[in-house]
């Protein structure tokens, strides 16, 4: 069942992303009067379609992807025809390119200010950079860190906000970072080199924020659901040892290996104790004992403004988009490994989880891949629009086109390049799902 909700919330939220962006081409090809010859959604064979004035809107064989044909666009199309795309200027012809990327960035700003505008996340921070979790054998346990640390200066940064600490752990993998911490009224200093997570293939320090933990899903047939948690419940302890961060809580359930777990939570400022089997399941590849539940830190949520929202949005938006580029920086210095690309059997699984958490989840991670793809888009690589640009540029700052053998040549690296990457992800998304040996 969940297969299906995944592929379905995949096929959905792919759909619309790339509607969207084709939506952007044939809308600025129609307005410098480009004739579009085909609409369609997917590549390979037409399966149906229908015709609108000269254009062929159309569903495709392979559905993944989509493309707007408009006339003289390839190279060796002839560009007699005035209302061709090579007719046109370079100038129209690069806004052509750039408006697919354009509108998904504007989607990506729309929603989250839609959201924004009825729950904005504030995180209520209770751990305020306090340290609850060291992992053992970990970077932050060899460095010294210890649980109640509270992070007073990373990186040249003071009282930095756990999200900053976060961001230049994942892309800080062989970089020495300068870190303070309060300990007992006193200040310790030490430096902390994150190392690539071999499995999420980005920089890892082996610690997390304290904070409350709340449920935010129980899951169905687990002795969780059976003894009559909720979502909403605040884990307090489990066989006595505090939780302030999720990961305790599964170090508990793990270590138990089936064992029951006394766990203490709070729900309308009561609180109760519950005894729990942890069940074997299998996740993300491998078998862990589980009691039936997800977690997520307190957070509150506020309605803001359309004027708040809307700077907030952009905000994160930028924040994610610079994020996207440092990505790509770090795995071409190698302190970040491409495991950490996510290919579409891993989003389709997201894309499940999300839609089964709620609507607005599902709509942050269709933000999110609404700019992914954007930026992604707008990548110098030939066959992307990116490369169409860059193209455009070249030809304009020599003030002639490139030769046609030259273009082809192009077009030839980047669909073999693309094809590659694609051939890629899928290996890892297949790897990352495989049984651990």
């Not at 064989?61 to 795309?85: H, N, T, W």
């Not at 979790?133 to 009282?159: I, L, M, P």
Request: hydrophobic share 45%.
């Amino acid at each position: 069942m969940s297969f299906l909700e995944n592929v379905w919330a995949f096929l959905i939220l792919i759909g619309i992303m790339i509607m969207i962006h084709e939506l952007g081409h044939y809308w600025a090809a129609r307005y410098f009067d480009v004739r579009v010859e085909a609409f369609s959604f997917g590549f390979g064979p037409r399966l149906f379609g229908w015709r609108r004035g000269e254009t062929d809107f159309r569903v495709s064989a392979i559905l993944f992807g989509g493309y707007v044909k408009m006339a003289g666009e390839q190279p060796g199309d002839v560009a007699d025809d005035p209302r061709s795309f090579l007719a046109k200027p370079r100038w129209q012809r690069m806004i052509i390119a750039f408006a697919g990327p354009f509108v998904n960035i504007v989607l990506a700003v729309g929603i989250l200010t839609g959201l924004y505008m009825v729950k904005f996340p504030k995180l209520n921070s209770t751990g305020n950079g306090t340290v609850g979790v060291v992992t053992a054998n970990s970077v932050a346990a060899k460095a010294g860190v210890r649980e109640g640390d509270r992070v007073v200066e990373f990186d040249g940064k003071r009282s930095p906000a756990w999200e900053e600490i976060w961001e230049k752990e994942i892309t800080g993998a062989g970089q020495p970072i300068p870190v303070t911490l309060l300990r007992d009224g006193a200040e310790v200093k030490l430096t902390i080199t994150p190392e690539i997570d071999p499995k999420l293939g980005v920089g890892s320090i082996g610690w997390a924020e304290q904070s409350d933990v709340l449920i935010s899903r129980v899951e169905p047939g687990l002795d969780a659901q059976r003894q009559g948690l909720r979502k909403g419940d605040k884990i307090v302890s489990a066989n006595g040892q505090p939780i302030r961060s999720a990961y305790r809580l599964s170090q508990v359930v793990r270590a138990s290996k089936g064992s029951p777990v006394e766990v203490t939570y709070e729900r309308e400022g009561q609180q109760a104790t519950l005894t729990l089997t942890p069940a074997e399941k299998e996740y993300d590849g491998q078998k862990l004992w589980m009691i039936g539940v997800l977690l997520e830190p307190r957070v509150e949520f506020i309605k803001l403004g359309f004027v708040d929202a809307l700077r907030e949005s952009v905000d994160t938006n930028v924040k994610s988009a610079t994020m996207i580029f440092t990505f790509i920086e770090r795995m071409i210095e190698g302190r970040m490994s491409p495991k950490s690309l996510e290919g579409p059997i891993r989003i389709a699984q997201m894309a499940g989880d999300a839609i089964r958490r709620g609507p607005d989840d599902y709509l942050g991670l269709m933000a999110a891949v609404s700019l992914n793809l954007a930026v992604f888009n707008l990548l110098p690589i030939p066959i992307l629009d990116g490369g169409v640009i860059l193209l455009l540029l070249i030809e304009s700052l020599f003030r002639r086109d490139l030769s046609m053998s030259v273009k082809e040549n192009v077009m030839k690296f980047g669909f073999v390049f693309l094809m590659c990457v694609v051939v890629f992800v899928l290996y890892n998304d297949i790897a990352k799902i495989l049984p651990k040996t």
